[in-house]
Structure formats: structure tokens, C-alpha cells
């Protein structure tokens, strides 16, 4: 066995008349610059030397090749291309085996897509996620996938940025064989009996007939999901060029495609999103702390927040002690819990013994003692501070006292939530978005008291959770309220000037919200905010501009959609502007002596942006929220912001 290395991220060793070429770019072994020479270098070697009869691509760590390097977009490009690489992959002259070793996404598996065949581990990830990163596969991931894999399936993948595991891929024929152990040496044995057959490149099968309207259906389905975005769209028509053009047509209408989109605003972003995404969660100087270990967690409060965290909990592994006030009410908190895992098994999502196995690590008690196993007390009750406080305390005679307690508060201030406790250095906020169990959103209020291994623990439990933890200092509401109670605000007041609430949604919608904001009210219902305002009116600024017309719509017994009339009514269930509404806008608007102005869609949408920066601005200087990009998952996760618009911080950063 010798060794050869051919750039700093690209070496190979030669197993007797095999060059195994490995790539070694961490974190996640993306083709660089250097790597892609590295690559051709190698290629160059193995062309030449008349020892090596066969070439294995694989990579280092658990994964294969993790995409184009995304650093790279926006900066000049670097010969050589991509394209280039794989297209001299698929020409060679010798085998060339994909060794997929872990996850090969976006241009790592359009290499793999290139060589003559591909063997994969179990632990492999495949996809062309490109999509979600506002691109289409820019290196035949759109014409040669289809030639594997047949149209229907090839949209279903690439315009949805669906990644799949081996099985799968295995089952759908993007890989040729599954390997338990030893991929490499299996690859040599492929790669050897490969030499004495002709190969089979990719490019020139042709794509698999298929039934159109099949193919109509996944098509209009994935841009169903799409919801305006363009690069799905573009994915759809380049997978169903592939079909009726050649390699080479559809190649090159490929790369015009892709190096379009990955200029676009839409790309740029979902780029911020991407990068915003792998920053959250990362605490200046908590790096070496170690978080403490939690496998059994306690949820004191089964209601419908509650028993969504519980399956969340379930789902994650732990072993979940639910709490409630008397054996009745424990009992229809096992019966929710368990109701929410039985809709995922009817849905497919869950089979019977993944079930069972929640089920068995669950217990709903009536009596608190229970928590004195736990490792992490969740409380989800009502959101009342003399509640709050009286369960923290009755608390402190329960629990270890390593245990870590985190409060679900929305709006409650958990600083004075802490005070009851006697360790308030074990308080944390762990504020969950409902449907607990399905929302990535979690934010992770750091308090005042916070001990740094508290946060560690509550930062690595939602990672556990799959979810999506944002740290956030103490204020009322937290990131996400905040920034909605401003774009609220702002909303209001435009009403006010001059728009219509269906006007305003009509501009938020055409922006990309899956629901304009009034009827989002009406959905969620007006009757909590109304009991809130009033409860605030004394201790209100009087000065502070105030907009009543919320307040006169409850007044009116316009709660929403559940009563059929809201800041809309819903005949047959149908949003409809309803004058009734207007007119009572119409008197509020006089009552001030307002003379109403018309706005333009693209005025809504730049004040409503406005509105919500500039208080994400008020959070950063108060140092709420750590980092802009933080604000934008926050309203993107949570509150239906459009990830290809970047958020509120990256949009109006760009108008
Ligand atoms: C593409 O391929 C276009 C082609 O069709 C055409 C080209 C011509 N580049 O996610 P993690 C960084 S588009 C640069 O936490 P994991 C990431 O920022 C690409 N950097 O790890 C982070 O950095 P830091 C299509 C990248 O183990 C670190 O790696 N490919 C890239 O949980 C660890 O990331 C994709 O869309 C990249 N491509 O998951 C796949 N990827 O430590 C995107 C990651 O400084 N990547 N980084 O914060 C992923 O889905 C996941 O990273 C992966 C690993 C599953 C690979």
C-alpha cells in the first residue's frame, strides 16, 4: 500500500491496483477550491499510472462529500469548476466507485451521481438539498438523478430538498449496493470486477418512461410547498428537461439556472438563514463548560403546552414524569399524551412499538414527589406569577439539588418567577412554541441567576429535542413576542392611517406569510389580548399612541374565527371582508380626526419590516438577543417570516 497526496485536502492510497482517494476538508468535507484540484489531480494520477486499474472516491468522518463549499457563492469563481470535475469523473476511462461513507449532499452527491457506481454505508445521508438554499444542484444533480431514478421521484427529491437515508436510496436505485461493514474493502472488490465490464455512466442512460401525469402531480405538489419561491419551480423544469433533451442541452441549461439563482436575493437569504442556523445556540465562553446529564424529565402540567413537550421529550429519548393536581386530571394528561402519539402512528409517521417504547418510559402522576428522579423539571402550568411561584417553591422540598428547573413562561418575568426558589441558579427559561411537539422554535431565556452549566444543559436537552434554541435575555415576551407585539403595533396603526386589514394581509401574503396578520388574529382568537390589554390599561403610557379598534371588535363579540366573525367574518367558513369591520374602523379613524391615506403593498410591507427591526434593534442594544441573525430564526420559526426573505433583520437590512 502506498500513499500520494495530491493538495491539502485531497490524498490516496494505493491498495494494490486500487487508488483510494480520500477527501479530508473539515467539518464537513466540502468541495473547495482546493479540493476540487485535489480531485482532478488525482485523476490525473490514476489516468496516467498504469498500476492503478480503479479509482474509490470517499471522504473522511461521517461524511462523503457535504456539498459545494457555501462560503465560496458570491466570491469569484475558482477553476476548476465543478462541472469540469464530474464530467471528467463520469468520462474516465478506468471505474470509479463512490465509497459514499456518510452524508453526500447537494455537489457531493452529484459526484457520486458521476461515478460508475456507488456503494454506500447504512449511515449514509443522500440528497440535493439545494432548494433550501434558494439554488437548483448546479453540477447534473437535475439531469443525471432522473436517469437513476425515473422523473416522478427525481422531482419529489430535488424540488422538495428532500434528504433520504441508504435504505431508501438504496430502494429507489441511487445507490447500487447497502454495505454493513468494511465499505472500503467492498468498494476495492466493486471496483476490480467493474475493470472487466463496460461502465455504466450516469449521463448517458436514458431517463425511465414514466406516466405524465404522475409526473404533473409530484410537480404540482412540490410547488404547492414552494409557496412562491422560484427555485423549486426551476428544479421541476430542469428534471423534466432531462427527459426530452440531451446530457449536454440539459447541463448547460442547468448551469444558467443555477448560476442565476445562487445570485439572487431568494438564495442570498436562505444562505443567512443556513449560517444563522449553525451560530444559534452559541454562547460566548460556554464552549468548555460541560452541561449536566439529563435522561429523566418532569413536567409539572399536562395540558396542551405541557403534553406537547412531553412527546417532544418522548420522541427525544427521555424518560418523562408528567405532573398534575389530582389522579383525574393525570389521567387525561396520559390519555392527551398518549393521543398525540397515536395520531403520528395513524399518520405514519410512528409505528406501533416506536409507540409502545414512549409509552413506556411516560409516567403521569398526581403527587410531585415523583420529581425527585428528575433531571430537568419543566413547568407548564397556568401563566400566573402566584401559581408560578408557589409550584417553585413547594418545588425546592422536592427536587435534587442538582435538578434543573425551567420555567415555559410567555410573557411572565422569570427573574421574579425565580425569587421564590432557593437556588435560583438552577432556573432557566425554556420557552416552547405550540405545538410543542412539532414547533423547531425553542427560545432559552437566560436569567439573571442562570449558572452557565443550567444554560449549557437546557442548550444541549434542545438539541436533543431537534429543536432550535435561541438564547434570549429577560423582557417581557422574550425575542419572539416582542418583535410580534411591534409588527403588531405597527399594523394597527396603519390600519388606523389608512389601510385595510385585508389590504395588509394581502401585501404580507404576496411577500411570503403563509397568513396575513388579521387573520392570524382571527385564527388564534382576540379574547386573550383584549384580557391582556386590560389588564395592562392603568399602567399604560397615556401618551402612547393607541389604537382601539381590536378592543371594539371584542366589544362587539368578534372573537374570531371560532364565533365566525373577527377582523373578518367566515361565512361557510370563508374569509370575507365584512363591512361591519370597515365601518367600525371608519368611526375610530374619525373619532381622531384621521384623514385616511392609501398604502401600496410595498409600503406595508417596508413599514411592517421597519417596525420589526427596529425593535429587534432595541433587543440587541439591550442585549437581549445576542446576534441579528438570532432575531430572524426567532420570526421565521416561530412566526411565519419567510425564510427566503431572510428574516426581518436581513430583509430590511437589504431594502
Ligand atoms: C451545492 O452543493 C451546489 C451544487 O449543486 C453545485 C455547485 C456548482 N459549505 O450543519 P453542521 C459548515 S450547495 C460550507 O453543524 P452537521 C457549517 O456552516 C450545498 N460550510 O454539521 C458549520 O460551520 P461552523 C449543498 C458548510 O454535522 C459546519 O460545517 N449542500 C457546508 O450537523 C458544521 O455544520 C448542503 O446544502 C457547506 N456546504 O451536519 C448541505 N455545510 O462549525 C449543507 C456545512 O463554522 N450541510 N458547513 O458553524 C448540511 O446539511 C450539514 O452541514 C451536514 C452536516 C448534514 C453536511
Known sequence: MSASRFS???????????????????PVNALSADVRAGLMAALDHAEKDSAVVAVILTGTGNTFIGGADIKEFGKPPIEPLLP???????????????????????GGLEVALACHERIASPSAKIGLPEVKLGIVPGAGGTQRLPRLIGTVAAIELIANGRIVLANEADKLGIIDSLIENSLIDSAIVSARSAADVPLRRTGTLPVPPGSQEAVDKAAAEALRKARGQRAPAEAVRLVRLAATASLAEGLAEERRTFVTLRDSDEAAALRHVFFAERAAGKVDGLEKVSPRKIETVGIVG?????????????????SVIGIEQTREAADKGRERIAGILDKAVQSGRLDTAGRDDRLSRLTVAADAAELAQADLVIEAVFDDLTVKTELFQRLDGILRTDAILATNTSYLDPDAITTATAHPKRVVGLHFFSPANIMRLLEVVNCKRTAPDVLASALAFAKRLGKLPIVCGVTEGFIGNRIFSAYRREAEFMVEDGA??????????????????????????????????????????????????????????????????????????KRTVDAEVTALIKAARAEKDITPKSFTADEIVTRLLKAMADEGDALLAEGIAARASDIDLVMINGYGFPPHKGGPMFAAGRR
Open 8 to 26: 491539502d485536502t485531497v490524498s490516496a492510497t494505493l491498495t494494490d491496483d486500487v487508488l483510494v482517494v480520500t477527501i479530508d476538508n473539515p
Open 302 to 318: 399536562t395540558g396542551l403546552m405541557g403534553s406537547g413537550i412531553a412527546v417532544a421529550a418522548l420522541n427525544a429519548g427521555y
Open 84 to 106: 469540469l470535475v464530474i464530467a471528467r469523473v463520469e468520462k474516465f476511462a478506468k471505474p470509479v466507485v463512490a465509497a459514499i461513507n456518510g452524508a453526500a449532499l447537494g
Open 500 to 573: 385595510l386589514p385585508h389590504e395588509i394581509d394581502a401585501a404580507l401574503e404576496v411577500y411570503g406569510f403563509p397568513m396575513g396578520l388579521f387573520a392570524v388574529y382571527d385564527m388564534a382568537g382576540l379574547e386573550i389580548a383584549w384580557a391582556r390589554r386590560k389588564r395592562q390599561a392603568a399602567t399604560r403610557d397615556p401618551a402612547a399612541r393607541y389604537v382601539v379598534i381590536a378592543d371594539r371588535l371584542c366589544e362587539a363579540g368578534r372573537f374570531g374565527q371560532k364565533v365566525g366573525r373577527g377582523w373578518y367574518s367566515y361565512p361557510d367558513g
